[in-house]
C-alpha cells in the first residue's frame, strides 16, 4: 500500500464511503502482512519505492515462496531476494516467471517497475578476483536500489599501482563500497585517498589465521583513516543499503 | 598551506619570480611537515577548512607538543587532540593558551577560526548514562568539524517507551549516531525507526561477558536492520568524521 | 516404577512378603536402568508425569533404540526425542510405531498417555522466520511438558512496530521464550515490556561475525533489561524445560 | 506516580478538576523523569512497589547524585544502587542520609518503606568462599526486592558431601541460585537434585584458562541437567531480579 | 631391535665377530627408521614391549601402509594405529590380515605377541552416553598397553546419584580416566570422591557455546578439584597412555 | 579427626559410653567444618596425613583468618596457604607465628608436624628464569606434601644442549613437572626424553600473542609426545598434588 | 614485458620511429593487464625472471582460464598456480597442456623456461608426515623461484634424537623452512641449533584444541629463540617466497 | 669462552699440559654458565661476536644482576638487556657503570667493545608515531648486532603519499623492518614497493577491537603480498635479531 492507495482509503473515510471498522482492518493490515511464519514489513513503501527485501539464507523454501506470494499481491514494487541458492531461485520462479537470477551474486530480482536512477555513483572495489561475488552482491543491490554503480575490481593494496593509477575513478565516486578479504587492508587506503565516506565490506577470502574473515574485519575496524565504516563479514547486501541511503540524502 | 597559497606560489613560477626549484622544495613540504618523529599531512586544508587532527593516546609528550607547534606555525587551522588525558591537555597548554578541554570527551581543541555550520543535523543517541563520555568525543568532534549536533541520552532498548516517545527527534536527524554499550542494540531499533544513515559506536561499558565491548561490537555488526554501519568500540571520534563526511556531501 | 509401586513393595517389606534383600535389590534398579553404555534416570517419573527424555545427536542409533525399548518396558510415561534426525526417527519407529516425527523442530514424541495441560501460558517469539526451528524445539517441548504455549514469529527489533502491536500477546503470557539470531537483540525489548520472566534463547542463525550464534548470545547475557536469563545457543529444549518448570510452580 | 495517583489524576480529568493539557504533562512526566544525562523510567512503581534500580559502575559521581535526588522527589520507593563503590556510597549519602551501604555486595539502599516479604523462598548457594561477593548482591537484591532468602555457601562440586549432606535445604527453596568461579560445575550438580528453577550466576573467580569467568560461564550454558538459566558473569543482582519475578508468580 | 639384539651386536663386536662399521651402521638405524616421508621412532620397544603407535588422521594411505610395512619387519612388537577410518583400515589389513579394527573407538590393532597385563585397574568413566568413542579410544589403547580396564559409562553429574551408587568401583582403581563434553563437570566431582590421580579428557559433544569441546576443556582445566591433570579434547589415546604410565610405575 | 580418634568414639559407642545421637553430632561434624561463609573439608585427614589447604585468592582476610583458627583448633596437621600475598601473610601470622612465608612461591606454610619424605623424586623444570615463581609454587606444595624434590631451571628448548646435557637427572625422576611460558614447547622435549608421567604448567610469562598463557597453555595440550597431562595456566599448587599423587601410588 | 622489451621501447621513441602516445599506452599496459575481474601485475618480471603466481583457491575457473590465457600471451615466463584442486588443474590444462600437476602440493606449474638455481639450499623441515602437504607447497616453490631445496622429513620434537642426528643437514641450509601443526615446537628447537634465518609455517594439523593450526601459531609466535619468524598457517608458499628472496640476497 | 682459548685448550690436552679431566670440566662449563636459577648460553660467542642477550621482563632484580656479573666475568662481550624499566637500568648500573639506557627503546646496553658495522642497511618503518617505542627496540637492537639501520616513521597507509614519496628511500634497503600498530597495512604496501625481505611487527598501538595488536597480527599474517613474514606483538628485538641475520648472509 503506497501513499496513494493511503490517501484514497482516509478520503473515503471522510466521504463515508467507507466504515471506519474497515478501514481500521486496512490500516490494522497497512502495518505488516501477517502469514504467521513472517511478518512482512510494507512500511517501506510509503518512502522512495524501496524493494521488498527477503533474506533467504535458513529460511524454508515453502515460506520463501509464501512470502513472495504475499508481496506480489500487496503492490507492484521490485523484489530483492538475496544470499539465494539455485534451488532457492527456482522456488521463486515457480511463483512467478519475472524472477532473474544474478548467479554469482546470489541474488534474485523479481522486477515489476523500472529502477529510478541518481546521477551520483557508487563505486565497488575488491581487493581480489575472490571478492568479486560479495561486491556483487553490493553492486546488484545498488543499482537495484537506483543508484549509478561503478566496479573496480582486482587493486588490492600489495599492487599499489594498480589501486594508484584509478584515484581519478575513485575520486569522482559520491560513496565508496570497499570490499575485500585476508588483512583488507584495503579500505584504509582508499580512505586516504578521498573525501567521501568509504564503507568497508570485510569477506571471508582467505584460511588459515584469517578465521573466517576475522582478520580483514579488525583490520577494517581499527582502520587510522578516517571517514571508514564497516557492516558485517561477506555484507555486500548491507553495505550497498548504507551507501543508497548515504547517496540519496 | 591552502588553496589560495598555493597559487600564489605557481603564479610566482609562471612570472619567474621563484625559481623552479624553490617551488618545488616548496611543494615537497606541501606533501608533508617533516618532524622525523611524525610526518604531519596537509593535505587535509586543501579541503574544506577540516581541523588538523592528532590522536594523542600512546605519544609521548613531547612529541604531542612538538607536532602541535608545528602545526601551529603552518597554518590557521583548528586543531582537535583526541583521547587526551589532563596531562597532555596541560603539556598542549603549554604551547598555546589558546586550547581548550573538553574534559568528558577527552578533546582539547585549539580554536583558530570560528567553525562553519551546516543545518542539517546529526544527532548522538546513547543507551545509556555511561556511555557518555563516548557520545561526547562524537558530539564535540561533529561540531568542530561544523555540524549542527543534537543529543538523545540515555533511551536504551529496555525502556523502549524512552525512545519511542522521541522518534520525531530520530526522524528530524540527517545523520544519526547511536551510541551503546552492553547489548548493543539500541542501533537496531534506531535503525528500523528511521530513513537515514546509522553509524553505530559500540561502547566498552558494561562487564564480564561483555568482554571490553565486544559483545556490542558484535551485536551491531549483525544488526537486521538495514542502513546501519559499524566503527571501532568508543570510536566517538571516526563515528563523527564519517557523520560529517555524510551530512557535508 | 512410579509412586504407587513404591507403597505397594515397602508394603509388601513391611508384611513379610518380600525378602529384604529382594527389595533392596529392585529399588537399587529404581535408581537408573543399567544398560552397560546408557544409565537411565527414573527418578523423574516419581516426580509430575514428566516424559523421559533422550538427546540424540552424537548416540549411537543401536544405543537410541536400546534406550527406547528400556523405557517403553520399565513404565507407561511419554517419551521425548530431541535432535532427531529423520534417521533417527526411522531407528525409533522400527521400536514401536507411537512414534511421531516434529520434522521442522526435529523432535520425535512417543505418546503413551495424555499431556496434563496447565491454563497458564508460555509464549514463543521468534526474532526472524529463520528462527522457526528452535522456537518449535521449545513450544513442542513445552507442550509435551504439559502447558498451554502460544506463538508470535518473525517480530524482531528492526520493524520494532510488529512487536508493539502484539504487547498485549505479550503481556497476557506466564514465561516468555525469545528465540533470536543474529544480534539477539528481541529478549532485551520483550524484557523491558513485560513483568514476566524472559528465557532467551539465542540461535546460531545468520553469518559471518555472528559466528555460529556468538553474537546473539552475548548480545542476550548482557542485556540491560531485568528479568531475562539465557540458554545454551539453539537450546530451545532446555528453554522449554525451565519455563515449563517456572509455569507450574 | 503509583496507581493510586493515576486514578486520581484520571478521575480529576473526568469531574473537570484538572484540564486535559495539564494531564498530558504529567502522563507525559510519567513515562520518565527527563535528566539531560538520564532518563528515569517509573513505570516499574505502577507494579508492585519494585524499588528504583541505579547501576553505578561507570556513572559520573554528580549524575548519580542526580538521579538519586531526582527518585527521592518523585515518589516513596526504595532506592537500589549496585556496583557502588565506597565512593559512590559516599556520595549517595551526601545526598541522603537513609543510605545504607553493604559493603561486601557493593549496594547501596535507601530503605523509605519496610520490604514486602514472601514465604517462598529463594537459597543462594556459592560453590567457594570466594564467590561470596557476587551472592551478597543475589541475596540484598532479592531481600530489597521482598523475597525470603536462605543461604547455603561453599558447597562446591569438589567436596560433593558437603552439598548432598544439605539437600533438604536445596529442596525446601522455591527458586535456586547458584554462584560459582573456576569450572562452575555446581548449578549441573544442584540442577540434578531438585525440581525447582535453578538460576547460574558464573563468576570471575579464578586464574588462567578462567579467562575471567569465560570457563564458569560456558560450563553452565552448557549444561547437561534440565531447568538451569544462565545470567552474566557476576551478574548476582539479575539472577535475583529474575528468581524475585518467577517467586511471585 | 629390543634389548636382547643389543647386547647381541654388542658383544658381537667385542669379540670381533662383526666390524665396529657395520655394528655403527646397525645402530644408526637403531635411533630410527628412515622412510623418508616418516622417521620410525624403535627406541620405545627398548622399554617395556610397549607397542609401535601410528596417529592415522591426514597421513596419506600410502605412507600408512610403508610405515605399517617396515614396523611388521623390523621387530615383532604389537601396532596401534588411531584415528583410522574405514578406509584406513582397509589399507592396513592389505599389508597384514592380523589387522583388527575396533570401530567405535577407531583404533586398528595388529596383535602379534600377547599383551602383559598388571592387576592394577584403570577405569575409564564417561558423562554420557555419547562420549563412547572416546572413551572406547581410551579403554582400548589402555588394554593394549598391558592393564586391566574397567568402564563406567553414562554417569554424568545431572543425575549424580548414578555416579554416588557407583563409589566403590570408582574407589578400587588405581588411575581414573574421565570422559565428558558438554560442561566436563563430571572430572571434579570424581576428583572429590577418589584418592587417585584422575586424568580428564574432554569431548566435543555439545552444541552452541561448547564451542567444539572448549567448554569441557575450559572446565577441567579449572576444576577446584585437586589431582586432577587434563589432555587435548577428544585424545582418549592420550590420557591411557599417561595412565598407563602412572600404572606401571 | 583422624583416624585413631574415630576409631575411639565408635568403641564408646560401642561399649555405650557415649549416645547414639551424641557420637551423630560428632559424626555430622566430622563432615566438614561449618563457618557459615565456609565449609572445611576434613575428610582428607583420613588419608595420609595430606595437609590442609586453602587457596587464598580472592577470599576476605577475616575468612582465612577464620579458616585457619577453625583448622589449628581441630587436628595437629600442617597448613598449606596458596596465593598468598604479604599481606595475607601477615593475617596468617597474627592468628598464628608458626606460620613461615616462601615469597617467591607466594605460599605460606603453617608446620605442626615434620613432613613424611617419600624416596622417590618429583623434578621440577623450568624454560626459564622467569618460570621460577610457579615452579617454586610448585616445588614448595611437593615438598609439604612429603616428596623428594629435585630442581632443575632454565633448560627452555631454544637452547636445547642445557637440557640434553642434563638428561641423567630427567630419568632419574620418578614424576616430572614441567613448568614453561612463551611457546611452551619444554613438554614435549622433556616428554620425548623420558618414560615418567610428565605433568605440564603452562605459565603466563611472555607478551603480545602470549594471551595470558594462552600460547604455552595450547602447546602443552597439543603435544605430539605421549605421556604427558596438562593443568591450568600457573597451576604450580596442582601439578604438584598430582604429582604427589602418582609419586605415592 | 621484460626489461629487454622496455629498453627496445624505449630506444624507438628516442629515434622516433614511435609516437610519444603510443609509448605511453604501451607504458600503460605495462602496470598491469586488465581483465575486468583481475589487473594482472606484470611488475614482477622486470626482476629476476620470477614466475606469474595465480592463488586459486575462492577463484571461479573461467576467471582462472582468462588469467593464465593473459599470461601466456603477454611473455615467457613460468606460471605457478596454488591452491588448485584437481578440478583448477584440468580447467589450466584445457589451456595449455604444459601445465603439470604437484598433487600433494596442489600445485601447477606452467613451465615454459629451465629455472635458474643458486647453489645455496634453502632446507624443508617437517614435524610429521601429515605436514608433507603444506612442505612440499613450499618445497615445489622454492625450486620454481629458482633454489636448490632439501627437505627432512618427520623429525619432530617428541623425538629428538631424530632431529639431533641430523644436525649437519640443519647447519648446511642456507635458510630453514619449518613446517609444524600440533604443538609447532619444532621451530624453536631447529632456530636454536643454527645460526641461520628459521621460517616457521604452522600447520592446521591436529585436533580439539589445536583449533585449525592456532596452537602452532602461538608457539611459533612465541619462540623463545632467536632469528624466527612466521608465516599464515598452512602458507607454505609465503614461506618459500620469503625464503627464497633471503636466500638470493 | 671464544675459539682461540678453546683451540688452546685442545691444544694442552694435546701436548699432556692440562689433565683429560680438568679439560672436560672446562668444556663442561663451555656448554652453559650455571647460576642455579638461570643457565646462561655461552655457545653464541663462538659465533660472530654478538652479544649476550638478557630479557629481562618478568626476571627478579638480584637474577638480573647475577646473570650481568658472571657475563662480565666469562668474556669482554657486549651484553644487552631488553625490556628493561628504569629500575631495572638502576640495578645493572650497581653491577656495571658501562651500562646505558635507551629509555623509548626500553634497552639496557653494556658495550664493552665496537659494534661491527655491515654497509648493507636494515631500515625501520612505522606506522605512526606511537609504534616508535618498538620501533627503537627494533632499531637499537639492529645496531648493536652491528648493521647500519634506517628509520623511516610516521608513514601510515592512510596518508599514502608519506610513503610512496620515500619509495626510494625503501628500495635501498637490504631488509625492512615495517613496525605498525592498529590495521598494520603497513607491511602490504610496503612489501608491493620492494624486492626485499620484509619483517613485520604488529604492535599493540590502538584500542578497542586492536585487541591488544590482535588486529595487526592477523592482518600481517594475512598479507597478500609476498615476502612477508611477522613476528610477535611488540617483538622489536625478534625483528632485529632475524633481520641481522638475513643481512649477514
Known sequence: MDNKKLTDLLNQVKNGNVEVEYALSQLKQLEYGELG???IDHHRQLRNGYPEVIYCEGKALDHIQGI????LERNNNNILCTRAS??????IFEVTDKALYHERAKIVVVKREEYKVTEKKILVVTGGTSDIPVAE??????????NTVGRLYDVGVAGIHRLLSNTKVLQEANVIITVAGMEGALA???????????IAVPTSIGYGANFGG??????MLNSCASGITVVNIDNGFG???SASMINNL
Open 239 to 241: 553495505a550497498a543499503y
Open 188 to 198: 584504509s587506503v582508499v580512505g586516504g585517498l578521498v573525501d567521501k565516506p568509504v
Open 214 to 219: 576475522l582478520s580483514a574485519l579488525l583490520c
Open 68 to 71: 513472495v506470494k504475499h508481496m
Open 86 to 91: 539455485q534451488e532457492v531461485f527456482n522456488a
Open 137 to 146: 552482491e553490493a553492486a546488484i543491490t545498488a543499482e537495484v536500489l537506483g
Open 37 to 39: 511464519y513472517a511478518k
